[in-house]
């Protein structure tokens, strides 16, 4: 799956979020502390739901928790580097949802980090498991790829 993963197009994301990288964003080796590129994928993920979902993430009857998470990194990313960040859905269930993010820097077409989470979606005060509302599940199923590229 990794090499997969390294050669997947730019084409592969329905949806882009630019980042621009900042000095902090680098650890003590010149490169992007690991821990930065989950704030990537929680980042574009939720810029994707609040504005093509309608999530508000303080007032919405439910809300995503994440469940499990993974990272493949392919080549290093530095400060001051301009990322487009990648998501599509890789999976789409009545209560979760599982996202792919690919991180591209700014002109170069493989990424140099794919990674991705699941959601579950929860009701926001007793936290147990709630159906996918209709107007997420529209924007996510948008994010599906062809069922002959999974």
């Given at each position: 799956?990794?090499?997969?993963?390294?050669?997947?197009?730019?084409?592969?994301?329905?949806?882009?979020l630019?980042?621009?990288?900042?000095?902090?964003?680098?650890?003590?080796?010149?490169?992007?502390n690991?821990?930065?590129?989950?704030?990537?994928?929680?980042?574009?993920?939720?810029?994707?739901?609040?504005?093509?979902?309608?999530?508000?993430?303080?007032?919405?009857?439910?809300?995503?928790?994440?469940?499990?998470?993974?990272?493949?990194?392919?080549?290093?990313?530095?400060?001051?580097?301009?990322?487009?960040?990648?998501?599509?859905?890789?999976?789409?269930?009545?209560?979760?949802?599982?996202?792919?993010?690919?991180?591209?820097?700014?002109?170069?077409?493989?990424?140099?980090?794919?990674?991705?989470?699941?959601h579950?979606?929860?009701?926001?005060?007793?936290?147990?498991?709630?159906?996918?509302?209709?107007?997420?599940?529209?924007?996510?199923?948008?994010?599906?790829?062809?069922?002959?590229?999974?």
């Open positions: 799956m990794g090499e997969e993963l390294r050669t997947r197009a730019r084409a592969a994301y329905p949806f882009f630019s980042y621009r990288t900042r000095w902090i964003d680098n650890d003590q080796y010149g490169h992007l690991n821990a930065v590129y989950y704030h990537l994928y929680d980042s574009v993920t939720n810029a994707f739901l609040i504005e093509r979902a309608g999530l508000d993430p303080s007032s919405s009857p439910s809300i995503a928790l994440v469940v499990s998470s993974f990272s493949h990194f392919f080549s290093p990313l530095s400060f001051p580097a301009v990322l487009n960040l990648g998501l599509r859905v890789t999976k789409l269930g009545s209560s979760s949802v599982t996202y792919e993010i690919a991180v591209f820097e700014e002109h170069v077409h493989t990424p140099s980090a794919v990674g991705g989470y699941t579950v979606f929860v009701d926001r005060h007793t936290r147990k498991s709630t159906p996918i509302g209709p107007d997420a599940r529209t924007a996510l199923q948008a994010l599906l790829p062809a069922p002959s590229k999974l």
